[in-house]
């Protein structure tokens, strides 16, 4: 999407108005144009920081992406057992029952072999730990 838009993915507002691409895009307005904001846009309110700007406990990237605005932190839309929050997290369609994060585990010898969906614009990473204790993870080789 950025590369359609022709902004940098790795600044949320490539043009530094303070409209974050996204919201340029959605609206019509070109976000690589600093003076071309979207009518309605008057920066986030006071005190706002982050990408939850209507304090739903969504990101709002994820809801620009649905296109919905409304959803619930805490409801579970489609009824698979993952919150609308955990949802977003992973990067799973809150309104597809069948779209959900899982993991499954199987032996192969000595080998634990670990599965997990692809899931688009989505970076995995596997961890490992001999215990529990925090501060002890590290990435798990060959992953």
Not at 65 to 91: I, K
Request: proline share 10%; aromatic share 8%.
């Amino acid at each position: 999407q950025e590369f359609l838009a022709g902004t940098n993915p790795h600044n949320s507002d490539s043009d530094n108005d303070g409209a974050p691409d996204g919201v340029e895009v959605a609206a019509g307005s070109d976000p690589r144009l600093g003076s071309s904001l979207p009518p309605w846009y008057h920066g986030p309110p006071a005190g706002v920081s982050g990408a939850d700007l209507n304090g739903n406990g969504i990101p709002d990237a994820w809801e620009l992406w649905l296109s919905r605005f409304d959803l619930a932190a805490l409801d579970d839309d489609d009824g698979d057992g993952m919150s609308n929050a955990d949802e977003a997290a992973a990067g799973t369609d809150p309104f597809d029952p069948y779209s959900r994060l899982w993991v499954d585990t199987t032996r192969a010898g000595s080998d634990l072999v670990v599965a997990w969906p692809l899931l688009a614009l989505k970076h995995h990473r596997l961890w490992q730990n001999d215990s529990l204790s925090p501060a002890t993870w590290t990435p798990a080789p060959g992953v």
